[in-house]
């Protein structure tokens, strides 16, 4: 899947015509999605065949790029919509998300958790790639993958679940209307007559603006380094820039007491953070007719990292069930910490990334170039 | 401690002056040291006292530098030593290294393991560097800690109580003599005659490409890259090189039924007998008076390696305690893991180190130097 060519905005377009093509097309998306994303749930009766089978297709999958760029631009681009509408347009914009996420975030943390276990547990046949693995052999490798699968497929179920009650709620009927309306008629207001350069620059130069501060607030200079263990131990602490309270994280089923994931979670907290501010810089881009390629790489990357810290959550969680075997604990040991190693490999490719990003994707943006890596 | 000054060999020398010459003041430092060493064996009456306070002092570590560099010297320039005299001694002092090395190795095990456990639980004070860790607060560290603490000590009360007892005994007196034997009279044959430089530089260059070929069977190519996860997971296999057997590795007191260790232990094997083939080198460079500074540097880097593979096996034991906790179990895990990842550190350390080893170092050694990195 390729990013739809965008078009440069006309140095004669106004921003609202600008932006109404833009929504237009995204809306349009939306609306030719959404009833292919439900034809697509109610074909997957529970939990998924295979994880070869990525859950939605591309009907949800659709629907979700539509969603998030809808959304992002309506953040960005504030300043010109009328402010109520947005307002309640976001929030339900990201309450179908939320909704649609889930489930192929559980499937998606299936396989890298129980591919990450086999992983660790192959033992290479003669002349194959990949050889014997960490816990080849364990006799509680079987077991903990087991448990894995168990607890994913359940909240995948219960996802999945929840999905087929509100796709036929009136809450989204009531979204698909102002998707609807948006095609075509995207309620603006006065500074949407201005022109497009200048009204949305100065606005996606503020959305770069926001990703480029919280970058400096990340030890990125640490990350910079291989095998500074900051993910694994040794997190936060001085210079590594203020804590960023954990607002934008969903929360795990942690238990109480596990003092540990908390501590992780406050680690993790500005590089999601980073992440939600990428994607709408990103999107910022998209709307005026920039390519972003390198921004869609530093995304995937945020995306990994994401990942794999939910699945050291999961994996860590696993451990505290009820009457498993000391052999089957060790092994979630294991891969929490190999999953905390993917996100620490995640941040060091981040750190290698992002000095590179082209002063071109960031020009209107008025911060010297020079000042960005700190 | 730095390493004793060597003049180069004066174009005029023998062989056999050359090297008498070192073995002589080698023998001299290793029965200077022997008499300390005993003494501080002695002072410590079992367990030892506190971290802080390295086994044996300056005696035992004076003694262990005598006895690998003369082994080291019988082994690289065998042909100028009368052949059973210097066999004889390398297995009488290589019992003695053995001997010797393992008390202050669980020493370093132990705080190497503890620091790691401290460091993964670590909660920051405010404002102080090194933040909360991946294990802070977990319920399972303290206990993890405290069986790791006394499984350790025991193993270094019964290796200290081995070293008291064979410090008294006679084949410990008949090694001091054949010292005594090489201060001055050192067994030499006819090529001992020849020219330094004729004679003892093609004996280095043989040590050096020994190390080179070891070297270049190593999967270099992926540890040159951070986080391949070589160590970790994903290892050995095709275009690795051929496997070495576990012949140089000390045999850790696994339990049956574990093929994890093992598998690991085949893939550290390569690396293992490159640290010692290192070390051959880099004392036969000290006999021909050469700086081996970069030698050094990767020998500390190969000994970091085998310290943490040690470890990692002696994590995975202790989890193999009966009646431990899950949450115990699921700690040692993650230090396992954790371990793991310092070995996988390390040979990414020697991978960026080892191409740089400057040619004056090998010049004599007819490998072209162009194609070292395969």
Chains 1, 2 share one sequence.
Not at 16 to 22: F, H, K, P, Q, T
Not at 69 to 84: D, K
Not at 188 to 194: M, S
């Amino acid at each position: 899947m390729t990013d739809a060519p965008m078009t440069a905005p006309a140095s004669t377009a106004t921003a609202g015509e600008v932006l109404a093509r833009y929504l237009t097309e995204q809306a349009g998306n939306f609306l030719r999605a959404l009833p292919q994303a439900v034809g697509e749930a109610g074909a997957r009766p529970g939990a998924l065949p295979s994880l070869n089978s990525p859950v939605g297709g591309g009907g949800t999958v659709e629907l979700l790029r539509a969603v998030r760029r809808i959304g992002g631009a309506l953040h960005t681009y504030g300043s010109v919509f009328e402010p109520l509408w947005a307002q309640e347009s976001r929030a339900e914009l990201r309450w179908l998300l939320n909704l649609l996420a889930q489930e192929p975030a559980y499937l998606r943390r299936s396989a890298r958790l129980l591919s990450a276990l086999d992983s660790l547990s192959a033992v290479a046949p003669a002349g194959e790639a990949g050889g014997p693995g960490m816990l080849a052999g364990h006799q509680g490798a079987p077991k903990a993958r087991a448990l894995l699968d168990r607890q994913l497929t359940l909240a995948r179920t219960r996802a999945h679940s929840t999905v087929l009650q509100e796709l036929r709620s009136a809450r989204l009927h009531a979204l698909a209307d102002r998707m609807t309306l948006l095609v075509g008629e995207t309620p603006l207001v006065e500074p949407a007559r201005g022109r497009a350069g200048e009204v949305l620059l100065p606005q996606a130069a503020g959305a770069f603006g926001a990703l480029d501060s919280a970058v400096q607030a990340l030890p990125l200079r640490r990350a910079s380094a291989a095998y500074q263990g900051d993910a694994l131990h040794r997190l936060g602490g001085a210079g590594a820039g203020p804590q960023v309270p954990q607002q934008s994280r969903p929360a795990p089923a942690a238990a109480a007491g596990m003092d540990a994931d908390s501590a992780l979670a406050a680690d993790d907290a500005p590089w999601h953070r980073v992440r939600i501010l990428l994607k709408r810089a990103r999107y910022a881009l998209e709307v005026c007719g920039r390519p972003g390629g390198e921004l869609a790489e530093l995304d995937r990357v945020l995306d990994r990292h994401q990942e794999a810290a939910d699945a050291a959550v999961t994996a860590a969680t696993a451990a505290r069930t009820p009457r498993i075997t000391p052999a089957t604990a060790y092994v979630l040991g294991v891969v929490h910490a190999d999953q905390r190693l993917e996100v620490e490999a995640a941040r060091f490719a981040f750190g290698g990334l992002w000095p590179d990003l082209p002063p071109s994707l960031v020009d209107g943006w008025e911060g010297p170039r020079a000042q960005r890596m700190g």
